[in-house]
């Protein structure tokens, strides 16, 4: 009985914070008189936030393994100085300016990694350096504002996916997306279920799943429908940041790599003696890093349709902010993906709702910042108070 | 010497889960004496003294503590200073980069109204460092001064408080000679300034040339008390008294099948990695064969963890030399990595910081160590993980609801199982085990040495680290024993008593005394 009920309890906390984005999400639609629900506010709130998905999503295995990287808002702007650079000055291609962002980004991630992981700096210290050098680079490449980026580059943040048939008035392929998907997280539960029973493992009551499958399911559903509504539209960043997360989690859920992060988070020690090379592994952890700074960077910079070095300031706040929202612990060794992507989605409603609601800016800044507080806090006495019972 | 006792403990007990801690102690200890306690690892010792500071609060034990006639309800390590009862750790509890005359007020500041009177600090931190011979500038950083110095601050730390029983837990421990003779020579004048002492020690010499009285102890009851002059105590007794119980049916049976030689060490020599010029392990030498279980017999501080973690992956000391050698070739164990390629396993002796990632699940702490085996492409097969999981709670007996469930849930016993299984799924040839049954009762040590047992019985090499001896007696085909950082003797099973043993352990320290 005590492990069914260490299970209600541990999925509770796990999904709690998918909880507080609905009731976020609630309070805002009332508070907003129903426009955050409106089809072209649900796809530019993806589009506003991208950025912060983007970073998160790295930010969560660089918190998780214990470090922190302040560097990646300055490495957003130096990167799209870069970009900047080659299609403006130098008049490449974009594709290939692209390439030589996502190439620059790496080598910035093995900067940042050779000395935490070799020298042994703190990554405080590491990419608190990294936050300076890289925006006063950026500051030399891109002091002046690049603009004249051609279509191509811009529609990477502005295209959407072409509405081809209807079925109703809904648009057909963005609700044959939305079936895909939640069909294929039905089938992934169902497996990895029927093979837990297979292990005699113990498995979740069937009904605590598919309440979570039905509850996960409709808001899929919700939001493709809103989508697929006249005004609204899949842009292909939900695309490309649906594809980071799902190879991210891949990569931390099942990969070699991604274990050795948990356990140099979890213990440090014990995984230096389990014979776990701790030094390579926090070496890719930041080139890994660096690689979504440069995602982010070109995401960015298509955005705005031009480089400027002002850009990213505060980046790294926003995307640490959402790790610890969405539950990773800042002593590491704990941390979801799913978890830093709500959290970011719940500081994304928050902004928007705001925004539609006209409040004032400053009003804005502190309530974002008392939510975050209270968001670890809550997390740090459901814990607390786990221990006890 | 006055006859009346400052302090009286009576019918002291304590329980830990599984554990009798201290069962109906009575303890005596007269104003202005040093009087020494001794006793093997786990005797009870450090428990007793944590009783009489408050770290184990009033309620948490049962009978009574009297200190100077009144009863004591301590319920804090504050509450027995405000006596002044002073006890220091073996773990010193100085802060490195901080002066000595910091150190020495620390939470006792020479302040009024919250702001620091650094020139009375300093100058009455002097007078106190003269008070214990130590020849230093109040502020000199800790980190510059070596361990022995170190000690003598935290005796400074405690004049400073006032201190009219001042208890060390091994002071000697990690000291060389000179500074030991130095410490000791401390506690004499503090004796006669009329500062009680309670001295808990392995070294046996020592305390009988510094104690009055000794009080024996053994599996949390007092052996005797003896007046070191009447009644003419030498270490013979002393060690009779320490290790003298009767071995029964407390280990399985089990019949050594032995084959070649597997695992030798030479020459292996380790230096202390911050004070380079301390040797730690001096030229080891030892050898086991497949299928063989070997003891290392030695007491905290005699380097036998350190030898361990010096050939695992060098993951203790400095200026490492010697060789090892597996089934007769030489092999690098320079890295962790390296030293499990080639076939070693290390299971800690503190599971909690050094063995097992406590927010992770059984079955990652199992497979963390070999995930290799169980992946393609950095991509881990998680039903094979499962399984392999599984099996190991098998053939292990490991007690969890499930492989899923976190490590930290588990008993201590069920813990050093799951550590266990982490290395014995590398499929090692050579096992070191570091005290593998440290901490756990009696059922589940039982357990331990069949899985102990099986290892060999597979051909496993395996080297058991511990200091207690009947384990060791119980368990072992060959037991070497070790004295600061010397092997001083190997010793085969039939021919193995403890009182043999525990001579092998304490020859250099008697050396030198």
């Not at chain 1, 979570?212 to 960043?237: D, M, Q």
């Not at chain 2, 329980?15 to 007269?30: C, W, Y």
Request: net charge neutral; with cysteine; aromatic share 6%.
């Amino acid at each position: 009985m005590a492990s069914f009920k260490d299970s209600i309890g541990g999925s509770l906390r796990q999904y709690g914070i998918m909880g507080a984005l609905v009731l976020v999400v609630a309070f805002f639609a009332v508070f907003t008189n129903g426009m955050l629900l409106n089809p072209d506010n649900v796809a530019t709130l993806i589009l506003q936030n991208s950025y912060v998905l983007i970073l998160a999503i790295g930010m969560v295995m660089v918190i998780v393994a214990g470090h922190i990287d302040l560097s990646v808002g300055s490495l957003v702007a130096f990167i799209g100085g870069v970009l900047g650079w080659a299609v403006i000055n130098w008049h490449w291609p974009w594709p290939m300016a692209i390439g030589l962002a996502l190439v620059v980004g790496l080598l910035v991630g093995a900067w940042h990694g050779f000395w935490v992981a070799y020298v042994r700096i703190p990554a405080f210290i590491v990419t608190l350096s990294g936050m300076l050098v890289f925006r006063g680079l950026a500051l030399m490449i891109a002091g002046v504002t690049m603009a004249g980026f051609d279509q191509g580059f811009i529609q990477i943040s502005s295209g959407k996916l072409p509405q081809t048939f209807f079925i109703g008035n809904l648009d057909g392929l963005t609700l044959i997306i939305g079936a895909v998907g939640v069909a294929g997280l039905v089938f992934s539960q169902l497996r990895s279920r029927s093979a837990q029973i297979k292990h005699g493992i113990a498995t979740e009551s069937l009904g605590l799943m598919i309440g979570k499958l039905v509850v996960i399911s409709v808001a899929i559903v919700a939001v493709t429908v809103r989508l697929a509504e006249p005004r609204g539209f899949v842009p292909y960043l939900l695309l490309l940041i649906g594809v980071l997360i799902l190879i991210y989690s891949f990569v931390l859920n099942r990969t070699v790599f991604g274990r050795h992060i948990y356990a140099i988070g979890g213990n440090l020690n014990a995984a230096i003696l389990s014979g776990i090379n701790t030094a390579r592994t926090n070496f890719m952890i930041f080139v890994h890093m660096g690689l979504l700074s440069a995602i982010a960077a070109i995401v960015v910079t298509s955005r705005a349709g031009a480089a400027t070095a002002q850009v990213g300031q505060n980046y790294e706040l926003d995307a640490i902010a959402a790790c610890f929202i969405g539950g990773t612990a800042v002593t590491g060794g704990i941390g979801r993906i799913s978890g830093a992507m709500v959290g970011a989605l719940i500081m994304g409603v928050l902004n928007m709702g705001l925004s539609i609601g006209k409040v004032d800016p400053a009003v804005q800044q502190t309530i974002k910042g008392l939510v975050l507080l209270g968001a670890v806090a809550l997390d740090l006495l459901s814990k607390r108070r786990a221990k006890v019972a | 010497m006055n006859e009346t006792p400052i302090l009286e403990m009576n019918d002291i007990s304590m329980e830990f889960p599984g554990v009798k801690a201290l069962s109906e102690v009575n303890f005596q200890v007269r104003a202005g004496e040093i009087h020494a306690i001794c006793g093997e690892n786990g005797a009870g010792k450090s428990t007793l003294m944590k009783v009489l500071s408050g770290v184990h609060p009033y309620g948490s034990y049962s009978g009574q503590v009297t200190y100077k006639g009144e009863a004591c309800n301590f319920r804090s390590i504050r509450d027995s200073e405000a006596r002044g009862i002073v006890i220091i750790h073996q773990e010193l509890a100085l802060i490195p980069f901080l002066s000595i005359a910091e150190n020495i007020f620390l939470g006792n500041e020479r302040a009024s109204h919250g702001i620091i009177d650094w020139g009375q600090a300093n100058k009455q931190a002097a007078e106190l460092l003269a008070r214990v011979g130590l020849a230093e500038n109040p502020s000199t950083n800790i980190v510059d001064i070596g361990v022995g110095k170190q000690q003598l601050v935290e005796i400074a730390k405690a004049l400073a408080k006032r201190v009219e029983l001042l208890i060390l837990d091994e002071p000697t421990a990690a000291l060389n000679d000179d500074d030991s003779e130095h410490l000791l020579n401390i506690l004499r004048l503090l004796r006669d300034e009329g500062v009680t002492c309670i001295i808990i020690s392995h070294k046996l010499g020592e305390i009988i040339r510094v104690a009055d009285s000794i009080t024996v102890i053994r599996d949390g009851q007092v052996i005797e008390t003896l007046d070191v002059v009447a009644d003419q105590a030498d270490e013979e007794r002393l060690i009779k008294g320490m290790v003298g119980r009767e071995m029964n049916s407390r280990f399985p049976e089990h019949h050594h099948n032995v084959g070649e030689e597997v695992f030798r060490v030479e020459d292996w020599t380790v230096h202390h990695p911050v004070d380079a010029q301390r040797v730690m392990v001096d030229r080891a030498n030892l050898d086991i064969r497949a299928g063989e279980i070997v003891g290392l017999a030695g007491l905290m501080g005699s380097g036998r963890t350190e030898l361990a973690m010096s050939i695992f992956g060098r993951t203790y000391g400095a200026n490492i030399s010697g060789t090892v050698y597996l089934r007769g070739v030489p092999i690098s164990t320079h890295t962790v990595e390296l030293a499990v390629r080639n076939g070693l396993a290390y299971v800690s002796e503190d599971r909690k910081r050094y063995g097992l990632n406590l927010i992770q699940s059984v079955k990652e702490n199992k497979t963390s160590a070999a995930l290799g085996k169980l992946s393609k492409y950095g991509v881990i097969d998680k039903n094979a993980e499962t399984k392999a999981a599984n099996k190991l709670k098998d053939d292990l007996r490991v007690k969890t609801p499930t492989v899923e469930s976190p490590v930290s849930k588990l008993s201590g016993g069920n813990q050093q199982k799951v550590s266990l299984a982490k290395w014995v799924f590398t499929d090692p040839e050579v096992l070191i085990l570091d005290e593998p049954t440290r901490g756990i009762d009696v059922g589940a040590k039982y357990e331990i040495y069949q899985i102990i047992n099986d290892l060999a019985t597979d051909g496993k090499a395996v080297l058991v680290i511990s200091s207690e001896l009947p384990e060791l007696i119980g368990i072992c085909r060959r037991i070497y024993a070790l004295s600061e950082g010397r092997i001083t003797g190997v010793v085969d099973r039939a021919g193995a008593t403890q009182e043999y043993l525990m001579n092998l352990m304490t020859q250099e320290t008697k050396k030198a005394s």
